[in-house]
């Protein structure tokens, strides 16, 4: 069966410089299964299939699936869906609600992209000692180069290793990692175009993997820089530098205290795909 389908690239206005999600944009009908299967081999970070809302107040359901399993929530993935979702629907609504694993989470227009609300943490606080000297070894530096580091999980996992400098993240090399998910930002000097550049290491089979721009994590580590004083909204993120890549993360927040995670949507491919 042709479903309509587009690749798109999120966290940059200019194509192939973020991160790219493939979108089935009518997946009813389809099986877990055959979503894995599909994922497997777009083998790009994630791959969305748009449903049908089961819940009121939702315009769509998405499953979000990597290459190796399902996820309730991801963030370029959200963006993403919902660009694609939008694209030719000739709707001017300024907020639409995306229906995941997680539940609901709002999306709303920023001007040139689209932001979510960071959704809550899952898990939150101290790593035991013992992880955190695993994180370092993994990372590859000193136990005493690490500033903080707090558990940051609203669905993937993500641990927060926070570094001195936007330099130190840019020179990491990382061994393994186990089953780890790592998210490590480093502040830029004040007054540079950027707050801080951020990173994400996680396994692939028996290797460490980076994403190159990573809409949860930004979530997560917003949510802990904000509440630990260390960050101030409104503030930018770089991320996929070491990748080749210039993804750019804006960070927002409200008056009620809702935390917001943008940037820019771009479509690279359109059409259908037999599925």
């Keep these: 069966m042709k479903r309509p389908f587009q690749q798109v690239d999120v966290f940059t206005a200019v194509p ?33 299939f748009v449903l049908p809302p089961t819940r009121e107040g939702a315009d769509y359901r998405v499953r979000i699936f990597t290459p190796q399993e399902e996820l309730p929530f991801a963030g370029h993935p959200t963006l993403g869906t919902c660009h694609a979702w939008l694209a030719g629907r000739g709707t001017d609504a300024e907020e639409i609600v995306q229906e995941c694993g997680v539940g609901l989470v709002r999306v709303r227009r920023t001007g040139t992209g689209l932001a979510f609300a ?21 990372l590859g530096v000193d136990r005493s180069a690490i500033v903080d580091v707090a558990w940051a999980d609203n669905g993937p996992g993500w641990i927060a290793v926070l570094l001195g400098s936007a330099e130190e993240v840019l020179a990491l090399r990382p061994g393994s990692l186990g089953e780890l998910k790592v998210g490590v930002a480093g502040p830029y000097p004040p007054g540079s175009e950027h707050a801080f550049e951020v990173r994400a290491f996680f396994n692939k089979g028996d290797q460490t993997a980076e994403d190159p721009v990573t809409g949860s994590l930004n979530a997560a580590l917003a949510l802990w820089l904000l509440g630990t004083g260390r960050a101030a909204a409104p503030y930018v993120a770089a991320q996929g530098a070491a990748l080749g890549r210039a ?29």
Excluded: H, I, K
């Design 16 to 48: 192939y410089l973020g991160n790219p999600l493939a979108v089935v944009l009518d997946a009813e009908g389809l099986g877990t299964e055959e979503m894995q299967r599909f994922a497997r081999w777009t083998n790009l970070s994630e791959t969305t």
């Design 118 to 138: 960071a959704p809550p943490l899952l898990r939150e606080g101290p790593v035991e000692e013992d992880l955190v000297r695993r994180v370092a070894g993994g």
């Design 247 to 275: 993804g750019r993360v804006s960070v927002s927040r409200d008056a009620d205290g809702t935390v917001w995670v943008g940037g820019d949507v771009v479509t690279c491919v359109a059409g259908e795909v037999e599925l």
